[in-house]
């Protein structure tokens, strides 16, 4: 069975202090592992998705890195609207379902 | 940018009620899928529905469930007989290529 944890559950930064956030897998053949940011009440929106280890993807203030164990979430001089849940998920095999991390609540203060 | 919606944003109904929560997916997917979240824990797979059947679904999803794709454009999640520990966020996604897109949400309340 998938698995996906995450850390920390709760990150608190200054504006511009830039840290990076983990997310450790255990999966059989790996398809995709994917992030995602949400908002309290709101729906998971997509950030990236990730397929092979060594790869990286760059979005503003954001990249994700994977290697065949973890992906990291590295946020560079982060801002108070970056505050959020950021979700960690992966899917495998021959299945169509995604399986979350309980995520990792950042908050910027200014 | 074309995205998923779901009505209504909020549910309130009694134990032992009928509920029908509605998507709307992205017009040129082609695989849907039904997530829940409780509060405070994570998100979690209910069930996929992939031309017309389901394709795969979890322990969650018992015959108190059902999904349907009425017509062309909307993608359905039944509750026969809703039970407290269903309150819950319930999530519609759409899939393109790897990635599933989530709607915002439907927050059901069962008291």
């Not at chain 2, 994570?42 to 031309?51: A, D, R, T, W």
Request: charged share 25%.
């Amino acid at each position: 069975e998938d698995q996906v944890t995450q850390s920390p559950e709760a990150l608190r930064l200054q504006e511009g202090e830039s840290s990076s956030l983990n997310c450790s897998y255990t999966v059989s053949g790996l398809r995709g592992l994917f992030w995602y940011r949400q908002d309290p009440g709101k729906g998971p929106e997509f950030l990236f998705t990730l397929y092979s280890a060594g790869e990286e993807k760059e979005k503003e203030r954001l990249k994700a890195t994977l290697t065949k164990k973890e992906s990291f979430l590295h946020i560079t001089a982060p801002k108070p609207e970056d505050s959020a849940t950021y979700l960690c998920a992966v899917n495998s095999g021959g299945y169509q379902k995604v399986t979350f991390g309980i995520g990792t609540k950042l908050q910027v203060i200014p | 940018e074309p995205e998923v919606t779901q009505t209504p944003s909020h549910q309130v109904t009694q134990m032992g009620q009928e509920v029908i929560l509605r998507c709307v997916p992205i017009s040129n997917h082609l695989y849907f899928y039904w997530y829940r979240q409780i509060l405070g824990q994570k998100v979690e797979f209910l069930v996929s529905f992939y031309n017309n059947e389901i394709s795969e679904k979890s322990e969650i999803f018992d015959d108190q469930f059902s999904v349907e794709r009425p017509d062309g454009s909307n993608f359905t999640l039944k509750i026969r007989s809703t039970k407290l520990e269903d309150s819950a966020m319930y999530f519609c996604a759409s899939k393109t290529e790897e990635t599933q897109y989530f709607g915002p949400g439907t927050r059901l309340l069962v008291l």
